[in-house]
C-alpha cells in the first residue's frame, strides 16, 4: 500500500468539508476541485458580453447623472475621467463583439434586466437631487449608485478575463486585449468611489473625513491595495 500524499490530504480535507456543508446547507452545491471544466458554453459567453455591453451604456448615463450630483471639485474630476473610459469602454466591448460575430443590437433577458437596474440608478440619483435639500446628500447617494454599478461592471470583466484563459485563437486574443485595456481603470473606478462614498458618508457624521480618500491618493488598482488604504486612513487624520 503506497503512503498517503498531499493530494489525498487534500481530497480527504475536501470531503470532509462537503459532507459537513452539505449536512448544514442542503441543497448547496459544492466544486470537486480535482474534477476539471468543461467546454465553455458559448451561448452563455455571448450572454456575457451582452451584459457587458449594456452595463457600459448603462455606465455612461449613469455617470452623467452622478456629475450633476457631485460637489466635491476632486471627485467630479475622477467622475469626468472615468466617463471617458467608460465610452472607450463600452467602444472596446463592441470591437469585441465584432470580432466574435455578435450582434450589438441583440436583446436577451439578462441584458435587458442590466439595463433596468442601470436605468433604476439614475432614477435614484435623478430622486435625490430632486427631494433632498442638501447637496451633499445627493452626492453620496450618487457614490453609492456608482459603486454598484462599477461592481457590476468590475464582475464582468473578471468574468471576460476567466473566459479568456479558457478560450483559443481568435476568441481568447480579442478577450484577452480587451480586459488588458480596461483591467486598471475599472478597479480604480471600483475602488476609489467606494473610498469616496466611505468619507463622504464620515464626514456628513460629523466625524473627520479623509478628502480625497486613501484609495485615490495612494492610486489603488487592487482589492489588496483598496484594503490597505482603509487600514491606513486614521494615520491620514
Do not use: F
Not at 58 to 86: F, H, M, P, R, S
Not at 105 to 112: H, M, N
Not at 177 to 203: K, M, N, S
Request: hydrophobic share 35%.
Amino acid at each position: 500500500m503506497r503512503p498517503p500524499s498531499n493530494r489525498d490530504s487534500v481530497r480527504l480535507d475536501w470531503t470532509i468539508t462537503a459532507c459537513s456543508l452539505r449536512h448544514t446547507l442542503p441543497g448547496l452545491r459544492v466544486c470537486d476541485p480535482g474534477k476539471k471544466g468543461g467546454k465553455l458554453k458559448n451561448e452563455q459567453v455571448a450572454e456575457l458580453l451582452y451584459q457587458a455591453l449594456e452595463t457600459e451604456k448603462g455606465g455612461i448615463q449613469i455617470y452623467e447623472t452622478a456629475l450633476k450630483c457631485a460637489v466635491n471639485t476632486d471627485l467630479k474630476e475622477e467622475w469626468e475621467k472615468y466617463l471617458d473610459q467608460t465610452r472607450n469602454h463600452e467602444q472596446i466591448v463592441l470591437e469585441v463583439m465584432g470580432k466574435l460575430g455578435l450582434d450589438p443590437e441583440k436583446e436577451t433577458p439578462g441584458r435587458e434586466v442590466v439595463r433596468h437596474i442601470g436605468e433604476s440608478l439614475v432614477q435614484a440619483m435623478e430622486m435625490a437631487l430632486n427631494s433632498v435639500s442638501a447637496a451633499e446628500a445627493a452626492e453620496i447617494v450618487a457614490c453609492e449608485c456608482v459603486v454598484l454599478a462599477e461592481t457590476k461592471d468590475h464582475l464582468n470583466w473578471e468574468l471576460i478575463h476567466e473566459v479568456a484563459e479558457k478560450s483559443k485563437g481568435e476568441q481568447r486574443e480579442a478577450l484577452k486585449t480587451a480586459y488588458e485595456q480596461v483591467e486598471e481603470q475599472e478597479d480604480e473606478h471600483l475602488y476609489h468611489t467606494t473610498g469616496w462614498g466611505r468619507e463622504l458618508w464620515i464626514e456628513s457624521l460629523g466625524m473627520p473625513a479623509v478628502l480625497p480618500p486613501p484609495e485615490e491618493e495612494k492610486e489603488v488598482k487592487s482589492a489588496i491595495g483598496a484594503a490597505r488604504a482603509k487600514m491606513a486612513r486614521k494615520q491620514l487624520l
